[in-house]
């Protein structure tokens, strides 16, 4: 039986620059067709930290690794940002301390049970219901992976 957490790195600090000026956003969509002059549709400087973190005092990122939650998108090495102001509600991805290790898994809230289900059937859910040492660190609210 394979592992059911995660190892999750965090990150921030000396990761990111004092000064974001922002890159290049178009307006128009990208053809897969004719190509057109990209210059005539330029809207304004992107920055990608404005479009993804709503509350910046309670945003954190990390990056996941493992495959526990491939169905859900999460890959090994993505980014995930995680909002600690969001309310882990039933069915949201959550990040969560369990025995002083980080997983990220979804939330799930039945019968009088609380579950961290992944979202890959070769791991086991986590029956958290009445397990002393669960801490929901925040909710993820983006992820980012290569392609």
């Known amino acids: 039986m394979k592992s059911s957490s995660a190892h ?4 921030g600090g000396a990761d990111c620059p004092p000064d974001r000026e922002g890159l290049p956003l178009y307006l ?20 990608l930290h404005r479009h993804l973190v709503r509350n910046e ?3 954190f990122f990390l ?15 993505d980014l995930l940002v995680v ?3 969001e ?16 997983t990220v898994k979804r939330l799930i ?5 609380v579950l961290l289900m992944p979202e890959n059937s070769a791991y086991p859910e986590i029956d958290i ?16 992976h290569k392609l």
Do not use: K
Not at 8 to 11: G, S
Not at 29 to 38: D, I, L, M, T
Not at 63 to 77: F, P, Q, T, V, W
Not at 87 to 102: F, W
């Open 8 to 11: 999750l790195e965090v990150l």
């Open 63 to 77: 990056r996941a690794h493992g495959e526990s939650m491939i169905n859900a998108g999460i890959h090994d090495g």
């Open 83 to 85: 909002d600690r102001s």
């Open 28 to 47: 128009s969509p990208v053809e897969a067709g004719f190509p057109s002059p990209a210059d005539d549709f330029l809207d304004c400087r992107l920055d």
């Open 109 to 113: 809230r039945s019968q009088n049970r």
């Open 57 to 59: 005092a309670a945003t």
């Open 129 to 144: 219901t009445e397990h002393e040492y669960v801490h929901i660190w925040g909710v993820v609210t983006y992820v980012i």
């Open 87 to 102: 309310s882990a509600t039933h069915n949201r991805i959550v990040i969560a301390a369990l025995d002083g290790e980080l």
